[in-house]
């Protein structure tokens, strides 16, 4: 992020976009865009994108954008849509960008394919997770969803159901050997089921809708998972007894295997039942995940909160820690998996952290899938582990640390180097320095930028100097993992 001028907040924003200023230039006029059209729009003063089809004029928003004119600038006068993806694919852009909306882009006529068509349709094979996939790649061309269906089961697996006087399970075979929880999601929710299994960098998605007089009770969901031979089943109570002609309506998404970065973000409304001052600017939130929801947020993934703030969807990432420290590390620590606990900094002029702040106990807020590309893979044979943290930077850190120390037989050292402003900024101090003091292979240095005169510890901001101090292997050959989190200029510094 960048430092934006006086006035151009977010709510500065809205409140623009709600003044019926014309945004677009357009006079309230919709208009089919032209790729030879939108190139010409590619000036700071003039900047078209398109981002899924639709093309927005993002020429007002210049100031306003929290990643600078810069970052907008990549795209000017060109199809946005992957590089958007590639940075912020979780904003709602068509909420935030809706007045400055040109057109849609102008769709250009496609040749059939000479030959057998269905032959050119096998573009390529990939090599994903543990097991070896054929990843079709289909054109819009299929001959028939009978096809499609067949092709699906040989690739992933198959469903299945069955019912009792009381019961409906359903089975998913997905021929994967290393199934766990973490890569199971299942909601219940609005007369709809949906369950998705995570295969690597893709999905699978059974979802159904209601049928006839049949309804999912929202209190009655169970999720068996055997592991070894990559099984799941999914139960739910009956409602009535009452025998079930067919599981559900399909929905769009239902029995499909594509990569999650083109799924939609799917929520679920989470109840705020807990919030516990850490310091004086950040707070523990703890959410209730719905009874009819399966969800196990992994280690080093995040997900995103979504509130509607004055009329506009606002969308931001957090990623889940532990509602402790553990200080024991005997064995794994066993989350109850029905609550998520959030760390969030509430800042004094932040529309978001600020909406969050005055939620009261029992309110509601929207949580969606996990998202994030780390893999524990990269933690399990390490000796060396190193935690570079600014602020609340050091949330990925919690359940990170707790699964090296827990988990990887083979660690020697896990350092966290936590820098801050102030003594009173240090989240979770206590609990860090009690661990270091149990647990010989952990140790903390905390750094502050802004100390007090009564300060005896290190101070000042991430440079070389400071981590050459610090971060030294344990042997001269060790495997050595360094992670770093915190503001955009931290980072930056850091991986420099």
């Not at 068509?94 to 882009?105: A, D, H, P, T």
């Amino acid at each position: 992020q960048v430092p934006l001028k006086p006035g151009r907040s977010l709510m500065d924003w809205i409140r623009l976009t709600k003044s019926g200023k014309d945004l677009t230039g357009l006079k309230g006029r919709l208009i089919e865009v032209t790729e030879d059209e939108l190139a010409k729009h590619n000036k700071k003063e003039d900047c078209w994108i398109c981002i899924r089809g639709f093309v927005y004029n993002v020429t007002p928003y210049m100031e306003y954008h929290p990643g600078g004119e810069d970052e907008l600038m990549k795209a000017a006068g060109t199809d946005g849509t992957d590089l958007f993806d590639q940075v912020h694919r979780w904003v709602n852009y068509e909420s935030m960008l809706k007045e400055c909306l040109v057109g849609r882009m102008a769709v250009k006529p496609i040749a059939a394919p000479k030959g057998e068509a269905f032959k050119n349709e096998i573009i390529s094979i990939m090599l994903y997770s543990k097991t070896v996939v054929i990843l079709i790649v289909f054109s819009k061309l299929l001959a028939s969803d009978l096809r499609l269906q067949k092709i699906v089961n040989d690739v992933f697996g198959f469903y299945d159901w069955f019912q009792t006087n009381s019961l409906i399970t359903i089975v998913i075979y997905t021929k994967q050997k290393d199934m766990n929880a973490e890569l199971v999601i299942v909601d219940c929710q609005d007369k709809r089921l949906r369950g998705e299994i995570i295969v690597g960098d893709h999905s699978y998605v059974v979802e159904v809708g209601r049928y006839c007089n049949f309804a999912y009770e929202t209190f009655s969901l169970l999720v068996h998972i055997a592991e070894k031979v990559g099984k799941v089943e999914i139960v739910l109570k009956k409602k009535d007894d009452v025998h079930w002609k067919m599981l559900g309506q399909p929905l769009e998404s239902h029995n499909t295997f594509i990569k999650r970065t083109d799924r939609g973000l799917f929520y679920r409304k989470c109840k705020l039942v807990s919030k516990t001052e850490v310091t004086h600017d950040t707070k523990l939130l703890c959410f209730m995940l719905p009874k009819s929801t399966h969800l196990r947020v992994p280690t080093g993934q995040h997900v995103y909160l979504k509130q509607i703030i004055a009329g506009t969807e606002v969308v931001k990432p957090y990623t889940p820690v532990l509602p402790f420290l553990p200080l024991d590390f005997k064995e794994p620590f066993r989350h109850d998996g029905a609550h998520i606990y959030l760390m969030i900094k509430i800042y004094s002029c932040g529309l978001f952290t600020q909406a969050l702040d005055h939620l009261q106990i029992g309110d509601y807020i929207s949580v969606s899938n996990p998202e994030g590309n780390f893999k524990k893979s990269q933690v399990q044979t390490l000796e060396d582990l190193f935690l570079l943290a600014a602020g609340t930077g050091f949330t990925p850190m919690v359940k990170l640390m707790n699964f090296a120390l827990t988990e990887v037989s083979c660690l020697r050292t896990v350092k966290l180097i936590f820098f801050n402003k102030t003594e009173g900024d240090i989240l979770w101090r206590n609990q860090l320095e009690q661990l270091a003091l149990k647990d010989e292979r952990f140790d903390v240095q905390f750094i502050l930028s802004q100390p007090s005169k009564d300060w005896v510890g290190k101070q000042g901001k991430i440079s070389s100097s400071l981590l050459s101090e610090f971060v030294k292997r344990s042997r001269k050959d060790s495997k050595v993992l360094i992670c770093i989190c915190g503001p955009t200029p931290f980072t930056e510094q850091g991986v420099q």
